[in-house]
């Protein structure tokens, strides 16, 4: 372990709940942004922005391998994960339950999508943005969604509507995000419909 | 004007008020210890130990006082209880071949290295009333051998493995065993998740679907190869250490049924096995279980499964008598919006029939 | 990993709503991946509980899982706050999480149900927690699991197509009153768990967001808000709810969902909602039943 370890949820049974029912609603209201409460007495070990560390406390243990792309693995990061999730950390994609993304976007096709039979065994992906703002160029449309809803999203590649729909034809097999920015978050599932806003 | 029913509330609270006092029945006669329960009515701790799942006999005696004697619902109380417990990893296999035995039998060999050993048994009881024991009369003492049984007895099932005449038993691959406590089972199930389902699966319904199969329903010809009673080392490896060490001591019952051969033109024939293997001394438990674990490898055996006993999700999914004494008893519960849903279906069919119905029929005057 | 308890919440030696945090996060997980593919069963690893199988437990492990100190619980079996498997599961989560509860619907951020959906519409705020016994909608056809995971993953509904059918062909209607299965975001078919057909509409682009548990079959899933949910019918058999001749003998309504009370027994009865607050609260409003309108004429 390196240096001091920084501290987990100050309240690790509510602070739990708090921060599931977030990211509840994130899923189940995609498109709107949720601000996730403050949780992480330390804050987060970088570079992770604290709605993921937050999200990682409330959603990972040891049940779930987790995969952590370049920037996001760092030992600070994984000795923090390891010591208050109990996660095994993995280097295949295909073997993770989670996966936490910090820096580019990386081939997303390694991940599993789950099967036809069953669907929910496919990885949820924290993905970390350089900014979430309502409305703007990017249309969102689906279940959870009352007829469309606008948003920007600062920091992902411009493919992301086709990148996207590559998911969406998967249905019902399929990648989940959850996207972060600060103590923000935003909810993408395999549901959700990604157009560009046409001017 | 019409009032609803209420007071839900109350009648819940005076109904357990009512059931305390009559699980504490007349108050002149002496209560029930725990020690008393785990002592003398040990089988009924061991029953509630084994498809409760957890080895505690004290917490299953009390389950068994606070159940009023209805093993079914101690079963339940002890489970209840045992998913609020925390786990800290699993135990090593338990190695029976190094029990304590106190009663070992086998039905395949007259006799064989450490011999055979009746133990305590119901078998050659009568089963006539015994009035003393109405009366509290003296026990008489057992008397004392004059040597030790051997400490460790070879099994029966390895002495047939070393002459290659029983398919070798080995783990189906490298992965953690499964937990059905933990995941829900998917089928075609693995011979763990089931040999799970079945230690903690209904004795009863085992007793039965093991019957079954000696009946015709899905036969396999099974030999008693041997039963052991005794006491087995637990061991667990602390992440800490890295190396097992002995955390306790359980009693347990195994029961390696030899069934049907098999072989063919390019593998010699061999014997097959089920397996057995409950808490406490549930010797009967024990061996429904080894027949229906073979029973239930018919299709990986390559045989033709047509008998219930051979059907996975028939028995798998029914075998819990937690589940299904919920299920069976959730017909208590008010029901009568769905019943209301139904009423307005029968009484719009039987119209609709008795406006399509020629005069004079019976269905003109039954509808309403 | 350190698990302890709030100071505050009074909980009888057991976590806060009775679960481990192990096992709530087994769950958060499974109504996560739930939402996601709205209609699908997730397996989940459904825990003993203390109630038994078949009279709440999967409705409770939701709940248990996903109920905060800010959250305000309604618990309705049959429409009503005071039957007994009401009661009993309400001061269940009384006892191990201290939230307020009430039989408002209106004030309900969480609200679990056996059998029906509240008569007062839904909002944004709310979740619904429907209990079910069965959640397999093609178990009636197919006893097997296997078979029925094939049909749902091809979308292979031939076989409730026929059933429903054949139950034109032979009484003129589609004979299923209650748990009457629905086709959710035009993929799924799901159970709506056993609420009567009357219900069903409600599910249909609802703005709150809809769970079920499963305890006994280990099952969990979501109907996310403003998600289609068709139920099943035929162009020229369309989907209808019951109907009632009568009205609420306490307050009148006539849009509601009424349960019949025999009242001797020479076949009179009467007709009550079933939704005891939709009632209470149309009472207060100043409402009348028949009963009352015959006394004051």
Known sequence: ?199 | MYVAVKGGERAIDNSRLLLAEERRGDPAVPELTLAQIDQQLSLAVDRVMTEGSLYDRELAALAVKQAQGDLIEAIFLLRAYRTTLPRFGYAEPLETAAMHLRRRISATYKDLPGGQVLGPTFDYTLRLLDFDLAENGATPEAEMAEEPLAGAMPRVADILGHGGLIEPETPQDDRPVGDVTRDPMTFPADRDARLQALARGDEGFLLSLGYSTQRGYGKNHPFAGEIRLGEVAVEFVPEELGFPIEIGEITITECQMINQFQGSTTEPAKFTRGYGLTFGHCERKAMAMALVDRSLRAQELGEEPKAPAQDQEFVLYHADNVEASGFTQHLKLPHYVDFQAELVMVRRMRETAANNATPGDDFEEAAD | MSTQLPTQIPTGGYNFAYLDEQTKRMIRRAILKAVAIPGYQVPFGSREMPLPYGWGTGGIQVTAAIIGPEDTLKVIDQGADDTTNAVNIRSFFQKTTGVATTEKTREASLIQTRHRIPETALSEGQIMVYQVPIPEPLRWLEPREGETRKMHGLAEYGVMQVKLYEDIAHYGHISTAYDYPVRVNGRYIMSPSPIPKFDNPKMDNSPALQLFGAGREKRIYAIPPYTSVKSLDFEDHPFEIETWDGACAICGATDSYLDEIVTDDTGGRIFVCSDTDYCGERVEAGHKGADDEEKAA
Not at chain 1, 50 to 73: I, Q, R, S
Not at chain 1, 94 to 106: C, K, Q, R, S, V
Not at chain 1, 160 to 181: R, V
């Open chain 1, 1 to 199: 372990m390196t240096g001091t370890l920084l501290a987990g949820l100050a309240d690790p049974t509510l602070d739990s709940q708090r921060l599931f029912r977030a990211a509840l609603e994130a899923l189940s209201r995609p498109g709107r942004i949720v601000t996730l409460p403050d949780t992480l007495p330390d804050g987060p070990p970088a570079p992770l922005m604290p709605a993921t560390a937050a999200l990682a406390l409330a959603l990972f243990d040891y049940e779930t391998p987790v995969w952590l792309d370049e920037v996001a693995n760092t030992p600070a990061v994984c000795d923090w994960l390891r010591f208050h999730c109990g996660c095994p950390l993995v280097t295949d994609k295909a073997a993770a339950d989670f996966a936490i993304i910090a820096g580019a976007l990386p081939d997303l096709s390694d991940f599993p999508v789950g099967s036809d039979a069953f669907p929910d065994r496919s990885a949820t992906l924290l993905v970390q943005v350089a900014g979430l703002e309502a409305g703007g160029d990017l249309r969102l449309s689906g279940p959870g969604i009352d007829g469309d809803i606008s948003i920007t999203i600062k920091g992902l590649p411009d493919t992301l509507p086709t990148l996207w729909e590559a998911n969406q034809s998967l249905f019902p097999c399929g990648l989940d995000l959850l996207l972060t920015a600060g103590s923000m978050l935003l909810g993408l599932p395999r549901t959700t419909r990604i157009d560009r806003r046409k001017e």
